[in-house]
C-alpha cells in the first residue's frame, strides 16, 4: 500500500511570510498526526485528528500556525507569519485508530531566513 | 506526565558486533513504547513496538527490544550490526492514561554509526 505522502519537500521562504504544508495519509486511516522535529530533536506533536475533527491542539502555537482536514482525508499545516525559529522538518503521520501504530510520511523540510 | 529519556547522542559498533540503543521512560501508566529509525532526508520508518504481553518483542530488519519494567528501560539490541543499520534511531512512549489523545512523546534519538 502507498505511505504517507507529503509535499513539498523542501521550502525556503523568508520570516514573516506565509507557507503551507500538504499532507495525504495512508489509504483508510482516520487519524492523522502533524508533528515539528527542530534539528537535533525528537519530533514534537503539534495537532492530531481524527476523521476531520481535532483531537489535541494543545502545542500548536495558535497565532501563528492553522491546521485543517475538512473532509477527513488530506490535511495542510500553514504558518503565517513565519519565523526564524519555525525553521524544521514537519512530519505527517498517519494511523488506522486513535491508539494504533503511526507511519510518518518523508516530511517538508522549511528554512525560514 | 510522561518523558523518554536517550542518554547516549551517538553509539559506534563494528559490523558484525551486538549492538544496544538504550531508552528509559516516565509514565503514569502502563507504558506503549515504540521505536523508530530515520535515515537521512526521509521520514520515521516503524521498527517495533511493546504494548502488552511478552517482555521480548522481534521487529523489522533483526532488532528486537526488551521491556524493562523494574527498570523503566525499553533498549533496543540486534545481535548483528551491519553498517546498513546506521541512522538516527527514536524511542517514543504513549502513556494511555493521559488524555493527550495517544500523541508519541518521542526522545532526542541516538545517532548509530556501524563501521566496516
Known amino acids: 500500500e502507498a505511505g504517507v505522502a507529503q509535499s513539498p519537500r523542501y521550502k525556503i521562504i523568508e520570516k514573516r511570510q506565509s507557507v503551507a504544508f500538504w499532507c495525504n495519509p495512508i489509504s483508510g486511516h482516520a487519524t492523522l498526526y502533524w508533528y515539528q522535529q527542530i534539528l537535533g530533536q525528537g519530533p514534537k506533536l503539534l495537532i492530531q485528528?481524527?476523521?476531520?475533527?481535532?483531537?489535541?491542539d494543545s502545542q500548536l502555537p495558535k497565532d501563528r500556525f492553522s491546521a485543517e482536514r475538512l473532509k477527513g482525508v488530506d490535511s495542510t499545516l500553514k504558518i503565517q507569519p513565519a519565523k526564524l525559529e519555525d525553521s524544521a522538518v514537519y512530519l505527517c503521520a498517519s494511523s488506522s485508530g486513535i491508539a494504533e501504530t503511526q507511519y510518518f510520511g518523508p516530511g517538508t523540510r522549511l528554512l525560514v531566513l | 506526565a510522561q518523558s523518554v529519556a536517550q542518554p547516549e547522542d551517538q553509539v559506534n559498533v563494528a559490523e558484525g558486533n551486538p549492538l544496544t540503543v538504550k531508552c528509559t521512560y516516565s509514565?503514569?501508566?502502563?507504558?506503549?513504547l515504540f521505536w523508530y529509525v530515520q535515515y537521512p532526508n526521509r521520514g520515521l520508518q516503524f521498527l517495533l513496538k511493546y504494548i502488552t504481553g511478552d517482555n521480548l518483542v522481534k521487529g523489522s530488519y533483526g532488532f528486537e527490544a526488551e521491556f524493562n519494567k523494574s527498570q523503566t528501560s525499553f533498549h533496543l539490541k540486534k545481535p548483528s550490526a551491519l553498517v546498513s543499520d546506521s541512522a538516527l534511531y527514536f524511542c517514543?512512549?504513549?502513556?494511555?492514561?493521559?488524555?493527550?489523545?495517544?500523541?508519541?512523546?518521542f526522545g532526542k534519538g541516538t545517532s548509530l554509526l556501524v563501521t566496516p
Open positions: 509514565v503514569s501508566g502502563n507504558p506503549y
Open positions: 517514543a512512549v504513549r502513556d494511555p492514561a493521559s488524555n493527550s489523545g495517544y500523541a508519541l512523546n
Open positions: 485528528f481524527q476523521n476531520n475533527g481535532v483531537v489535541d
